[in-house]
Each structure stands twice: as structure tokens, then as C-alpha cells.
């Protein structure tokens, strides 16, 4: 028998009113991995995990957290999972530690319990010597690692996190990337939906693509990349590049215009570049191909709104 | 949310304590201005309609008009401040601040906390209700041990009107729709329940809506029990005002279910 999964989705189906936003899902995370759930706005992604909470009821399908059926046993289930939403939720009622103390009872720990935990917490999320700060007196950045130290109140196994890094500036980013990393290292396992591709390749072991409720693709970053899409882009933009672009398509093995700029992918783009060379009043931008290139040729370049 | 699930009896947990302290907590940093609140305003109503309509009324019931108001006042004041609770906080911690969106995410579920919401707006009319058996016995006229016995009504009535503000909250698409609900049921509510004059002074008919309403019957039990008698039909009373709360509660659990948990 294979060791059970931290979380199991199958034949997932949510409708709302007339439009079905999660069409058949079927996921599987390993204990200790770290999850990514990419897609655009509207793909499913939050619908996706509020089901897996058990706080919406799905039309069909099975969900097992932790061993747990989801939504039947969502309450044990959520117990032993720490939960980052999309939203920063804190009680402005309260200082930074009351916030984390009165979390706490919600999982029925003892004030006893948690006290000793607050420091620490607050260590983690870089907010040591902020215990007696009021909510509204915190950065953007700051607010996203208390939700972080709140998810993790009761040490749990499991971690869900909505965008967590939406909003943040590059600083904040990388210091909340670090800390996840630090909560992978320490055996959690980690589910995190994102539209960053960055993030996404930085953080996540196994990602699966979602879009229009379903999922499209799902591996290891490098696995999607390598098996969908060319390995090299070459990027031009200028005056004159949608001529530029008939020649293009010649030299590379595949070229999209998006806007002003060509992309063209290639596994060699040695052409291409020789190409472009000649025409100085194109600028040209090469490098490696990278997940949300795979993302843009699986979902497409339309706004989602 | 197939319709099994959505009616449901609500079956919240003992979990929903954790939602009454943190309740509880806040109102610990603001007790003071509030209890202050609770003593204020209806000590100002008192003595300028006790004090001044009693001059002119004379005796009433066969006692000062002072007792007489003070008594739906209890009533009362525990109405609005059950009321005010479960509408106006309620909703900000529900649509505003997302704090119950914050605490289903913990192994709580949205009956735990609106358990807790009950439970909380019923203790601020609690707290509203002594506030003002306070005022009654400084003034003399409670009549103890039975006054006492005013307590559990004041947390009979509080629940009614907790239950049925949560319900009203489960609909609210702002905080001007609580106008309607204030403005339309709960000032009549108050003119006509024995507040202000007997019920018995109404109209056959208004005098039959006067008794459909919850306040009618806090009103019936909590005058006697300060002036020291048993309320007449004191079992019917109690039983209206119970059942004002379990209808209320169900109803709300059924609207917020429909909202939230989609």
C-alpha cells in the first residue's frame, strides 16, 4: 500500500448558478511537498481550495485532507491544516500577539498552550519587539507574515495559502519565499495557488496548471516546461518588427506577436539572433524559457477579468 | 448547497465559546464608555419622562409612573442593545472585517460562530438589562428577592432579539438596510408593548399585534417581578419569549448558510 497523500481530489465539480467553475479535478500532494496551483484570474483556483477546506459543499467528486473525507470530517481535518487566504483577514480589534492568542482558541488551545508559542511565531514572521503593535500600524508585508505566524498556530501539517505573496513588494516577497522554504525544510507540506510564474518555479516541487475549472497540465516545473514548450525565447520589439516577424517565422519554430513585441521559441535561436543583429532598431531580449511562457501558450495572452 | 444541508437544525459546538471571548475581549478594552452608554441614556429617558410625565400622570397602576417606565426600559433597553449587537457588529465582522471568514478557516464551523454571535449579543442585552436594575433599585423601587428574577428574562430577551438580529444581518446588504428593520418593526414594537402605557389601552386589534410581539412578553414578566409579584401567565410568556429565540436562531442559521457557505 502507497503511504497515504497529504491530500487527495477526485472527479472535483463545483457549479454556481449557471456556470460550473471547477470541472473535474483530480489532485494529489505527497506529505512534505510543496504544491502550486497556477492559473489566471477566475480559473478555479480559490474555489478549489475552499472546497478542499470543506467550506463550500462540492456537486461530485471526492476529497480527502489529511486522510479525512472533506466536507464530512472538514472540522478534524482543518484542525492539523493552517489556512493564509487570499485576503488578509487579522482582527483590527486587536494587538499583533492578541491576534495570535485569540486564533489559537479557535483550534481549542489553552491560553497556556499558546503563550509560549507567540514568541516564536513572531520570531518566524520577522515581527519579534511588535507583539503590542495595533494591526493598522503594519506594513502591507508585515500583515501577509502575521497571516503566515497565525496559519501556523497550531503547528499544522498541512499549509493552504491563497496568493500569498500578492501585493507584496519584492523585499517582503522574498522574505516570505524564504520562510516557506524554511516550513518545507521542516516537513510541512505546503498547497499554494499563485499567478506568479516566478514564484511558483522558486517554491513549488510539482505544479498543475488550472484554467476554465479544469486542469490542463500538472508535473515538476522543469518536466511542464521541457515537454510544452521550446526551451530559448527571443523577445523583439521596435519599429518595423511585425515585418521583421514574416522572416521570423522562418527561424524559429514558433513566433507569437503579443502587442508591440515578437516572441519566437526555439531550441536553437541562433538564427533568430543573426537576424536580428542586421536590424538595429529592433532591441532584443534572450533567455531561457521559463514557466509563464508554458503558462501564456497553455492559457493564452486574453485578459481575465 | 442541496436543501437537506441548508435546513438543517443548526448543531453548533461548545467551540463557539472561543467566538464570545474574543467578543468579550474587545468590549474589555471599551467597557467603561460603554457601560456608561448602558446607565446614560436610559437614565436620561427616565428622568425626563418618568420624573416630568409622571408629574402629570400622577399615580399609575397604582404605583409612581417612574416604576412603571422603568420596567419597559429594562425591557427594552435590553431589545436595542441585543439588537445593535447583532446587526451593526455582527455585520462588520462578517462583511466588513471578514473575522468569521478568518475563523472557519480554524476547525470552527459557521453555526460555531454564529452561536457565539447569539450568545454575545445576548450577554451585551444582559449587560444593558442589569444596568438598568441597577438604576431601579438605586431609585427604590425594585422589590428584591423577586426582582432578581428579572435576570433570566433580560437573557430570555436578549436571545430573541440576538437571533432575530442575526437573521436580519444574514440579509443586510449595508448598514442602511438595518434602518428598515429598526425604523419599521422595532420603534412600533417599542410604542406598542407595554412600554410606555398598558396594552391594554390599545385598540382590540393593535392590542392583538401588541401581544404577537416578543417584547410584549418581557415586558409582562419583568414589570411584576420588580414590583415583586408573580407575572400572571408567567409559564405562556416565557414560552413565547423561548420560542422568539429558537425560531430566530434557525431562521438565521438557515439565511447565513445561504449566504456564506456556498
Known amino acids: 500500500m502507497s503511504p497515504p497523500q497529504a491530500l487527495q481530489v477526485r472527479g472535483l465539480r463545483k457549479r454556481y448558478a449557471d456556470q460550473e467553475v471547477v470541472c473535474g479535478v483530480d489532485l494529489e500532494v505527497a506529505p512534505g511537498e510543496c504544491f502550486g496551483l497556477l492559473g489566471p484570474n477566475g480559473a478555479g483556483k480559490t474555489t478549489t481550495l475552499r472546497l478542499c477546506l470543506g467550506l463550500a459543499y462540492p456537486d461530485a467528486g471526492e476529497i480527502r485532507l489529511l486522510g479525512n473525507e472533506v466536507p464530512a470530517r472538514a472540522r478534524e481535518a482543518r484542525a492539523q491544516v493552517g489556512v493564509v487566504p487570499q485576503f488578509d483577514n487579522l482582527d483590527p480589534d486587536f ?62 501539517r498541512v499549509l493552504f495559502m491563497d496568493e500569498p505573496t500578492t501585493g507584496l513588494d ?57 515537454r510544452h514548450i521550446e526551451s530559448q525565447v527571443v523577445e523583439a520589439h521596435g ?51 521559463n514557466l509563464e511562457d508554458l503558462f501564456l501558450k497553455l492559457t493564452g495572452r486574453d485578459l481575465r477579468d | ?23 468579550f475581549l474587545v468590549w474589555r478594552k471599551l467597557a467603561i464608555p460603554s457601560i456608561l452608554g448602558n446607565l446614560a441614556d436610559p437614565l436620561i429617558m427616565l428622568f425626563g419622562l418618568g420624573y416630568g410625565l409622571g408629574a402629570v400622570l400622577g399615580e399609575f397602576g397604582g404605583g409612581s409612573y417612574f416604576a412603571f417606565l422603568a420596567a419597559g426600559f429594562m425591557a427594552s433597553t435590553t431589545m436595542y442593545a441585543a439588537t445593535f449587537e447583532s446587526l451593526f457588529s455582527a455585520f ?73 438580529g442575526l437573521a436580519v444581518n444574514a440579509l443586510a446588504t449595508g ?3 438595518f434602518s428598515y428593520y429598526m425604523t ?29 410581539t416578543p417584547l410584549y412578553h418581557g415586558v409582562e414578566l419583568v414589570r411584576p417581578l420588580l414590583a415583586g409579584a408573580v407575572p400572571v401567565h408567567a409559564l405562556l410568556h416565557v414560552a413565547a419569549l423561548a420560542g422568539y429565540a429558537a425560531a430566530g436562531f434557525y431562521l438565521a442559521t438557515v439565511l447565513t448558510r445561504r449566504r456564506l457557505f456556498k
Open chain 1, 239 to 289: 519599429p518595423g518588427v511585425e515585418a521583421w516577424m514574416a522572416d521570423a517565422r522562418s527561424l524559429a519554430s514558433r513566433t507569437e506577436l503579443a502587442g508591440e513585441t515578437v516572441f519566437c521559441y526555439a531550441d536553437n535561436v541562433e538564427p533568430v539572433i543573426a537576424s536580428l543583429r542586421s536590424r538595429t532598431e529592433l532591441t532584443y531580449l534572450h533567455r531561457p524559457a
Open chain 2, 175 to 177: 448598514y442602511d438596510f
Open chain 1, 170 to 226: 519584492p523585499q517582503a516577497r522574498h522574505l516570505i519565499w524564504e520562510r516557506l522554504r524554511r516550513l518545507t525544510q521542516e516537513g510541512r507540506t505546503l498547497v499554494l495557488t499563485t499567478h506568479f510564474m516566478e514564484e511558483a518555479e522558486r517554491l513549488c516541487g510539482r505544479v498543475a496548471i488550472m484554467d476554465h475549472g479544469g486542469i490542463i497540465a500538472q508535473g515538476t516545473p522543469r518536466e511542464l516546461i521541457a
Open chain 2, 1 to 23: 448547497m442541496d436543501n437537506t444541508r441548508l435546513y438543517a437544525p443548526p448543531a453548533p459546538s461548545l467551540r463557539f465559546i472561543a467566538v464570545w471571548r474574543r467578543h
Open chain 2, 92 to 164: 462588520s465582522r462578517m462583511h466588513v472585517q471578514k473575522t468569521w471568514e478568518a475563523i472557519v478557516n480554524a476547525p470552527m464551523t459557521l453555526e460555531d460562530v454564529l452561536a457565539g454571535e447569539w450568545a454575545w449579543a445576548a450577554t451585551k442585552g444582559l449587560a444593558a438589562g442589569i444596568c438598568l436594575l441597577a438604576i431601579v433599585a438605586v431609585a427604590g423601587y425594585a422589590h428584591f428577592p423577586l426582582a432578581l428574577a428579572s435576570i433570566p428574562v433580560v437573557i430570555l430577551i436578549g436571545l430573541a432579539f440576538a437571533a432575530l
Open chain 2, 184 to 212: 419599521l418593526l422595532l420603534t412600533p414594537m417599542m410604542m406598542l408593548s407595554g412600554v410606555f402605557f398598558p396594552v391594554e389601552r390599545l385598540p382590540p386589534v393593535l392590542q392583538a399585534v401588541a401581544q404577537a
Open chain 1, 95 to 156: 494587538s499583533v500577539a492578541e491576534n495570535l492568542m485569540v486564533y489559537g482558541r479557535y483550534f481549542g488551545l489553552t491560553s497556556r498552550e499558546i503563550a509560549p508559542r507567540i514568541p516564536l511565531l513572531l520570531e518566524f514572521a520577522g515581527l519579534a519587539g511588535r507583539a503590542e503593535s495595533k494591526i493598522q500600524a503594519l506594513s502591507g508585508g508585515m500583515k501577509r507574515r502575521l497571516t503566515l505566524a497565525r496559519a501556523l498556530v497550531n503547528d499544522p
